[in-house]
């Protein structure tokens, strides 16, 4: 199974109309915006929709977030997932196969779980950032469009983070290469309150098939 179908469940996230050009201050806001979250603890709902905006299916769950480099996202029934990080490895376990697949920290470059978690070293090299307000939409809310600025090379053809007008991370989206959307809504969110770093080690129950990418 690809990450990218395995990450935030079924895809990650994004739609829109991505500018050429990225401005030195909408990279540096980005940056400090994210860099912001030492930690991040959220409700999440997911929702995945096809080109035609049709929706496929709706998730919901918990996710949280320990810079530098540490992530855990949970789906809850009936598609359950859980999805781990350290910063060095990356599982995905899926109870329903009991199986899980490990990556290495490799393989998390271009992805969204890397810029989640803390690894800002590329951002500006290898993605196009632009912002833009909607007054229309979240109030205000201002939104961070990213693209790839090599294709070829990464998991996905666009993505989106959106902060509320008090510079909370609200939601994120992802247009995979093949048009689908999926679409995050966080809600009941916990800035820079303490985790428990034990959450982002995960130790396969008995039985669990594990099965390394790559090897």
Known sequence: ??????FFTAAILLSG???S??????????????????????HFEQRLLDDSGTELQKTEGLVKVSNP?????????????????????LWVYDP????????????????PAQLLSGDFAELAK?????ASINASI?????????????????NFSGLEFVFDKKDRLAGMTLEDKLGQRTVVTFSKRQL??????????FKPPAGTDVIHSGS
């Open 1 to 6: 199974m690809a990450l990218k179908n395995t």
């Open 17 to 19: 109309l991505f500018c």
């Open 21 to 42: 050009v990225s401005r030195a201050d909408d990279v540096a806001d980005l940056s400090a915006k994210l860099q912001a979250l030492n930690t991040f603890s959220a």
């Open 69 to 89: 480099g540490r992530f855990f996202w949970q789906v809850e029934p009936p598609f359950e997932q859980t999805v781990v990080t350290d910063g060095e490895q």
């Open 96 to 111: 329903d196969m009991e199986q899980v697949t490990v990556y290495s920290k490799q393989q998390l470059a271009s992805t």
């Open 126 to 130: 290898t993605y196009t950032i632009t």
């Open 138 to 154: 979240n109030k205000g809310a201002l939104t961070y469009r990213m693209a790839p600025k090599n294709e070829q090379t990464s």
């Open 192 to 201: 820079n309150k303490p985790i428990d770093a034990t959450i982002f080690s």
